[in-house]
C-alpha cells in the first residue's frame, strides 16, 4: 500500500473518549490559567533495522528534545511499549514509544509536522522490514486505543483494523511503505500499565555504526553492585548483558525497579562517545504476553502461552543442538516444547525430564508448516511433580553375598566372587533424581523483553522522578 495517512483532528469532537486519566498515566497536572492546555500524545513505531541500524527510541528521545521546543512539556515517562514478540515482520524488539506531554492548546499540526520531518529523516527506510507509522492525538486516550494494545500483545494486526480507528477518533497519523508502524503507534499510545519497569538508556550518534561500545566493564559492575534495585546488566559469570552489538545508537541500557536508582546507576557508567539519555517507564520483564490455557488446542499460532503438561517421552536433542520434549495436556493433546541451543543450562537441565514428569510451560507458539509441525518454544519450565525413576541393577549373590556382572547380551549374571549363576536377575531400583520441584529459566543472554524472571518483581505503583532525559555532551567524551 501507499503511505497511509490522516488530515483530521484529536480532539475528538462528538462526544469525547473514555480515556486513561492523568492521574492513571501518572501525567503532572498542568497549571490552570488564562492559558488553555491539553494532553498530548505520540506514538511511533517501525523505524530501525535490525542490520543497519537505528532504534525507536533514540527516535523518541530526539523528538522529545524538538518537542519541548514548543509551548509544551514532557508530563511523565517517555513509555517503551513490547508488543507479540512472536509477529514475524518486527524490525528488532518489537517495541514502540509513546511520548506523553502537556501544553498549550493546539499545538497537535506542529508536533505531528516536526515529528513526520525526523521520522522521514532518521528511519531505515531501506530495509523492508521497517514500515513507521506515527499517530498524534491530544486530549484522553481512546478507549479502543488499549483494546488495540492488548490485541497486540497475543496476535498479529493489519493495518485494516487500524486506520478505521484513526479515523473514527479523527487522529492525525501516517504510515509509511506499507503503514505496519501504525499498530505499535497506536498500541503504544493507548498502552497502560498495571505492571512495569524501567530502562535508561545511554545513546551515542546515530551515524555512528561501530559494533563496538567504549564501555568501561568495570564501571557497569560497580553501578550494578551500588544500586541492587537494577537487573539485567551482568550475568552470573560476571559478563555484561546490557551492551548491543548491532550498530544502534544504544551504547548500554540499565533496567531496573526504581527509577532514580536506574537513572542513576546509568549515568554512572563511563563510555565514550555518549551524547544524551533518556528514563523509560516499560512493560519489559512483566510476562504481559502470556496468555493462561487449559488446552494445548488452544495454543494460537505466533500467541505465548502458559499451561500445565505432562511430559509424554523421553526429551531428545537434535541437529544444532536443539532440545524437543514432547508434552501432552490433561484433555490428551499433544505438542513439542523446543529448547533451543543459545538456552545452554536451560536446556541441559530440561533434558533431565523423563515420561511423566508434570511441569507448567511458558513460551511462545510457532505455527507448523513445511517439515516443522506446530510447537512451543520455551520460555521457562516450572517442574511441579516428578515421577520416580527405577533402573534395573546387578543383585547381591544369594549364595556369598558377592558382587555380581554379566556375562555378555543376553548370557546372564555371574557372581564375580564364587561364580555363582543361578537365581540372579536384575532388579529395578529407584535413582535419585538431578532435577527437584521449581523454576527453570534460561540465562539472561537468552531472556526475551517481555521475559518475567523470578527474580524480578515488577512494579505496581508510579513514583513520577523527573528529570526523565538528559544530554550529555560534556560529561561523557
Excluded at 508502524?181 to 555504526?209: C, H, M, P, Q, W
Excluded at 517507564?281 to 500445565?308: G, M
Excluded at 507458539?365 to 509441525?373: S, W
Excluded at 537468552?446 to 544530554?471: M, N
Aim: hydrophobic share 30%; net charge negative; aromatic share 6%.
Amino acid at each position: 500500500m501507499g503511505e497511509a495517512q490522516g488530515d483530521g483532528t484529536s480532539s475528538h469532537r462528538g462526544g469525547g473518549c473514555n480515556g486513561p486519566s492523568a492521574t492513571d498515566n501518572g501525567f503532572r497536572e498542568p497549571e490552570h490559567g488564562r492559558v488553555q492546555v491539553t494532553e498530548y500524545h505520540i506514538g511511533v513505531d517501525s523505524t530501525d533495522s535490525a542490520e543497519l541500524g537505528m532504534c525507536t527510541t533514540y527516535l523518541g528521545a530526539l523528538i522529545i528534545e524538538e518537542m519541548e521546543k514548543l509551548p509544551v512539556e514532557l508530563s511523565t515517562y517517555p513509555e517503551l511499549v513490547r508488543l507479540n514478540p512472536n509477529v514475524p515482520w518486527k524490525t528488532r524488539g518489537n517495541g514502540a514509544v509513546a511520548l506523553r506531554f502537556s501544553g498549550r492548546r493546539g499545538q497537535e499540526r506542529r508536533m505531528f509536522d516536526t515529528c513526520c520531518e525526523m521520522i522521514e529523516k532518521y528511519s531505515i527506510m531501506e530495509d523492508p522490514q521497517t514500515n513507521p507509522g506515527l499517530v498524534v492525538i491530544s486530549g484522553n486516550v481512546p478507549e479502543e486505543f488499549t483494546e488495540t494494545y492488548h490485541e497486540a500483545l497475543h496476535r498479529l494486526m493489519g493495518t485494516e483494523e487500524i486506520i478505521p480507528l484513526l479515523k473514527e477518533h479523527e487522529c492525525l497519523f501516517r504510515g509509511w511503505k506499507n503503514g505496519r508502524g501504525l499498530i505499535g503507534a497506536v498500541s503504544a499510545v493507548g498502552a497502560r500499565f498495571d505492571e512495569f519497569t524501567y530502562e535508561a538508556i545511554l545513546y551515542r550518534n546515530g551515524e555512528v555504526k561501530d559494533r563496538e561500545r567504549l564501555v568501561d566493564p568495570g564501571s557497569v559492575r560497580e553501578a550494578s553492585r551500588k544500586h541492587p534495585s537494577t537487573f539485567f546488566n551482568v550475568d552470573d559469570r560476571g559478563d555484561l548483558v546490557c551492551i548491543p552489538h548491532s550498530p544502534c545508537p544504544v551504547i548500554c541500557g540499565i533496567r531496573g525497579l526504581e527509577p532514580v536508582d536506574t537513572r542513576s546507576a546509568l549515568l554512572e557508567v563511563s563510555a565514550g562517545r555518549a551524547e544524551r539519555w533518556v528514563l523509560w517507564r516499560t512493560n519489559q520483564h512483566t510476562d504481559v504476553h502470556i496468555v493462561a490455557i487449559d488446552s494445548l488446542k488452544d495454543a494460537s499460532p505466533y500467541s505465548s502461552v502458559s499451561l500445565d503438561v505432562v511430559v509424554d517421552s523421553e526429551p531428545s536433542y537434535h541437529g544444532g543442538g536443539h532440545l524437543s520434549i514432547p508434552v501432552r495436556d490433561g484433555s490428551g493433546h499433544t505438542m513439542t516444547a523446543w529448547a533451543y541451543e543459545p538456552t545452554k543450562e536451560f536446556r541441559k537441565e530440561l533434558s533431565g525430564l523423563i515420561r511423566g514428569d508434570s511441569i507448567r510451560i511458558w513460551g511462545s507458539v510457532r505455527e507448523g508448516g513445511g517439515r516443522f509441525e506446530r510447537g512451543i518454544n520455551l520460555e521457562k519450565v516450572e517442574v511441579q511433580e516428578l515421577e520416580k525413576k527405577r533402573d534395573l541393577v546387578n543383585p547381591r549373590c544369594p549364595l556369598c553375598g558377592g558382587p555380581t556382572e554379566s556375562m555378555g547380551k543376553g548370557q546372564g549374571l555371574r557372581c564375580k566372587s564364587c561364580g555363582n549363576r543361578e537365581g540372579l536377575e536384575k532388579l529395578p531400583m529407584e535413582v535419585k533424581r538431578k532435577l527437584s520441584p521449581g523454576m527453570i529459566e534460561p540465562p539472561p543472554t537468552a531472556w526475551r523483553h517481555l521475559f518475567r524472571p523470578s527474580s524480578v518483581t515488577p512494579v505496581k505503583e508510579l513514583e513520577v522522578a523527573p528529570p526523565f532525559h538528559g544530554l550529555l555532551f560534556e560529561d561523557h567524551q
